[in-house]
């Protein structure tokens, strides 16, 4: 077959996780599904957007299952499929599980991408998977208009190491372990604005597994998980609001950063989703008089493979804290804290 060699993010409309549903589409979406959920073995399911479904298989064992996938957000195919990869592994790390196996989602245009750029994808999906020690056992593929790739994942964890977005307690400490500014780089690549260095950081940060919420999840203190993808930190923030009726307060001076995000912002490197991002929940966000709308933007950049939001017992936070950069994440830190209150995100200076 005689492709042409293109590059990948010219054939797609969106990237990485900014091309999840806005948080509003999808709460119209599924306003008609039941609210009871009739399975009583099913801990988990769509009720509060969490990051997996979970069903106890008996008194020693849950199965964790979820999927995702989206277009490309780097040319570079073998990076494309880590970054995919990674991020729908993350998804059972967020629920406090082990990863057991995969299989593939592939959609790809066949008359422009040529076989061996799709093979590349597929060779850095399984690399990753290698690494978190699954096997890729099967998948699916169709000829798609946009180069589509991503993973559904099956783990498995004790029902005791559940971890859910919406078990925060008022006066946990909130933690994020990894950097924000995923987004924002991704647009700066498009613009080829993206300064020397910082992809290389934003590859580092996107191929880096959750692997800690496993090991989070057999902590007593630690009471909430959910991962920072598409609706960035103030959307996921704000299901672990929502889910556990709580308010948050977010101290904008702690929050980690892609070191050229800031700046990128400033300049106008913003995606699409981080304004329907805001469109969809800014009206539960109070934020401070006169902050700028580059800093908001940071705030509403949707993550790909991005970070778990960890809600812990403030007396127990700076042991979390150290265990989290201990095994590798030196990003993370205490961002804010859990109150009672209406469901809400307050952010301070």
Known sequence: MNVPQVRLTSLAHGGGCGCKLAPSVLQQLLSSAPKHNPYQQLLVGIETGDDAAVWQVDDNTCIIATTDFFMPM???PHDFGRIAATNAISDVYAMGGTPVMALAILGMPVDK???????KILEGGSA???SAGIPVAGGHSIDCPEPVYGLAVIGTCRPEHVRRNADAKAGDAIILTKPLGVGIYSAAIKKDR????GYTDMIATTTLLNRIGSELARHPAVHALTDVTGFGLLGHGLEMARGSNLSLTIRASDLPFLTAAPALAQEGCITGASHRNWASYGHEVNLPIGYADWQRHLLTDPQTSGGLLVACAPDAATDVLQ???????PFAKIIGRAEAGAPSITIQT
């Open 74 to 76: 780097v040319d570079d």
């Open 113 to 119: 991408i040529a076989p061996e750029i799709v093979r």
């Open 194 to 197: 993206l300064p020397h260095g």
């Open 323 to 329: 265990q989290i950069q201990a095994a590798g994440y």
């Open 128 to 130: 990753v998977c290698a």
